[in-house]
């Protein structure tokens, strides 16, 4: 089969690679669609999960079912499915203590298994769900995406009536602001730097800070300076950290979502004369099933705003990496 293998750093291509083998409990999945992440983009320029090179990468996918193993019931061949990357091992301390999604041991396509950017991949069959005739497998792909920006806001811990900053319009940012819409909090501001991509959040929420001067004043501004309950960092910058936790009211909370290697400074005074919190927000605590219904959204359809077929990687890469002007999710379909 073809397939999308990162080689070494900064260098990727289309290879010919056996079909994964399955084992008893897993699902051979035909790819519909698989979704290009910022990790994707961050593992082909610096390999920062220390991949075991070259790999098939890609995570973010849909298909359907084209073999299944020996102990599988609930799933046939044929049918439509959203995955998961997460593969817990449901043996180590963290698994037993009910965080699969922070096992030590864990599975993950693109990383420890074979990557979605692939005509075929496996999975464990407690990784996949159906997935709904109506839904595209573009709106498929983002069952993860879904998981991981819904984890962010349970992090959050808001209150109804709740003030939420997201700092970051990717993707990410723009997908945690339409399901913040959907939950009783008394306001969501999105800050972000391009109007292309404010334009996929809903209109009151929308605050582009690049003219700004001040940005932390329009941030609180745009809150009528009652301070914020918390703040999720959706993209990857020390100053939007910096940013974020300068607008938390007395024992905000800030959530650092997006990934920040190496050594970030923190207001540390801040933190203690107001008693802030600071936590992680990575993978997600089972909510997959939680997912599922919110891909019915039409609105997921339009953040996959491209797509391409495998044997165009270059340009589709290029897009994601460079074209945040134009472009929001990338696509392979098949
Ligand atoms: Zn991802
Ligand atoms: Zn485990």
Not at 39 to 49: A, E, K, Q, Y
Not at 89 to 94: E, F, I, Y
Request: glycine residues 8%; contains cysteine; neutral net charge.
């Amino acid at each position: 089969m073809k397939a999308i293998q990162l080689q070494s750093i900064g260098q990727l291509a289309l290879v010919d690679v056996a079909i994964p083998a399955i084992q008893a409990d897993e699902l051979l999945i035909r790819t519909g669609a698989t979704t290009i992440c910022t990790s994707d983009v961050n593992d082909l320029r610096g390999n920062p999960f220390g991949i075991d090179l070259p790999a098939v990468i890609g995570h973010e996918a849909a298909g359907v079912v084209a073999a299944v193993g020996a102990a599988v019931q609930r799933f046939s061949v044929g049918q439509r499915v959203a995955t998961h990357p997460v593969h817990p091992c449901r043996n180590c301390p963290a698994c037993r203590a009910g965080l699969g999604h922070l096992c030590e041991r864990m599975g993950h396509f693109g990383v420890n298994l074979p990557g979605t950017m692939a005509e075929f991949y496996r999975v464990r069959q407690d990784r996949a769900r159906p997935l709904p005739d109506e839904v595209s497998f573009k709106a498929g792909a983002l069952a993860e995406p879904v998981c991981v920006c819904l984890e962010a806001l349970a992090q959050a811990r808001l209150p109804a009536g709740g003030r939420l900053l997201i700092v970051g319009d990717g993707p990410f940012g723009v997908l945690m602001a339409r399901l913040a819409q959907k939950r009783p909090l008394g306001r969501v501001v999105l800050a972000g730097q391009m109007d292309f991509r404010l334009g996929f959040a809903p209109a009151g929420m929308r605050l582009n800070v690049k003219e700004t001067a001040d940005p932390v004043e329009a941030m609180r501004r745009a809150n009528d300076h009652a301070g914020y309950d918390a703040a999720i960092l959706a993209v990857g910058s020390r100053q939007a950290f910096a940013d974020g936790l300068a607008c938390l009211k007395p024992r905000g909370r800030m959530v650092v979502f997006s990934a920040l290697p190496g050594e970030t400074p923190v207001d540390l005074f801040a933190v203690h004369l107001k008693e802030l919190e600071i936590v992680g927000a990575c993978s997600d605590k089972d909510l997959f099933d939680q997912a599922m219904p919110l891909l019915r959204d039409p609105a997921l359809d339009e953040l996959v705003t491209h797509h391409f077929p495998l044997t165009e990687y270059r340009q589709a890469f290029e897009l994601a990496e460079f074209g945040k002007q134009q472009a929001m999710k990338v696509a392979f379909t098949f």
